[in-house]
Nanobody
């Protein structure tokens, strides 16, 4: 059974940090490009960041560059998103997606940035 399970979300004050994790199982994680997207209630999906299977290439949404870092540990089949200097506009549900021939989605984790 394919599973992607996000964790690490929560409530944080502006300027704070969180690290999201996405634990993968049921497929060959290292063969999949991994992506973080986010969605606010009533809004469309917004792409945040992508990392290639080997981790050599990363890409970021302009508004998170310099604040967020995507990484992966293929030995642990886990994807990460380190989020620093969080802003209220980063409040969203964050999803991880694994993409190769097919795509797999996690269930999402809520991030709320508020004082």
């Amino acid at each position: 059974e394919v599973r992607l399970v996000e964790s690490g979300g929560g409530l944080v004050q502006p300027g704070g940090s969180l690290r999201l994790s996405c634990a993968a199982s049921g497929f060959t994680f290292a063969n999949y490009e991994m992506t973080w997207v986010r969605q606010a209630p009533g809004k469309g999906l917004e792409w945040v960041s992508t990392i290639t299977g080997g981790g050599a290439i990363t890409r970021y949404l302009d508004s998170v560059k310099g604040r967020f870092t995507i990484s992966r540990d293929n030995a642990r089949d886990t994807l990460y998103l380190q989020m620093n200097t969080l802003k209220p506009e980063d409040t969203d549900v964050y999803y991880c997606i694994g993409t190769a021939v097919t795509s797999y989605w996690g269930q999402g984790t809520q991030v709320t940035v508020s004082s």
